[in-house]
Every structure is written in C-alpha cells, then in structure tokens.
C-alpha cells in the first residue's frame, strides 16, 4: 500500500497560482502512475491530470490543459501539480492517487484506475 498526503491548498483570488504536493510513503516502489482528481461540491469527482512514474508521460482534462502542469521529483516519492490562471470553477478538493499495478495507459483518467487515495486538500478560487 501507498499513503499519500496533499498539501499546498487554499484561497486565492481568480488569475492567480498555487502548487500542490503530494507526498507518497510506503510501497513507493510498486508506483506506475499517479494523478490528481477533485471533487466540487454536489458533483462527481472529474480527473485533472496524471503521469507515469517511469517516463514522465502526462496526461490533462481539456479544462486545465495550458493552464496547470503535473510533474514528480526525481527520487520519485513527491507529486506537483502547478496551477496558474485559476478560475472559480477551479474550485474544489484536490486529491491526489497512485496506481500499482500496470494497466492500459488509455483508462488514467478514470478513478478506478488507482488503488491508493490522498485525504484531499481544499483549493478555492474567488472571483
């Protein structure tokens, strides 16, 4: 199993920037990819973003593309999302999640994908 922890959340106003982490622990190693989801409330949680742990490859949903970047460290124990140009449908708890097993790359978008969940960090963005 995989504990992870986000950080990095909070108020600010809309055209602004904030970066997220999340920090993994435990079997570090059996992660193949990695990504961040959020949940506003009364709607279902919608995918942000994902990479793969080895390759770096990403993957974002068209309503962040060009406006945030996912990354990892090298040690490959940290998660970054980068998030700049907020708008108040940013808002939302983020989460992020860790794969451990190798599946179809094409399915990353889907919360089922992962088998490991961070507690969330809240992000509000005010117009």
């Known amino acids: 199993q995989v504990q992870l922890v986000e950080s990095g959340g909070g108020l600010v106003q809309a055209g602004g920037s904030l970066r997220l982490s999340c920090a993994a622990s435990?079997?570090?190693?059996?992660?193949?990819?990695m990504g961040w989801f959020r949940q506003a409330p009364g709607k279902e949680r919608e995918f942000v973003a994902a990479i793969s742990w080895s390759g770096g490859i990403t993957r974002y949903a068209d309503s962040v593309k060009g406006r945030f970047t996912i990354s990892r460290d090298n040690t490959k124990t940290t998660m970054f999302l980068r998030m700049s140009s907020l708008k108040p449908e940013d808002t939302a708890v983020y989460y992020c999640?860790?794969?451990?097993?190798?599946?179809?790359?094409?399915?990353?978008?889907?919360?089922?994908?992962?088998?490991?969940w961070g507690q969330g960090t809240q992000v509000t963005v005010s117009s």
């Open positions: 999640a860790a794969d451990r097993r190798p599946r179809t790359w094409g399915r990353i978008a889907y919360p089922d994908y992962y088998d490991d």
């Open positions: 435990g079997r570090t190693f059996d992660i193949y990819a």
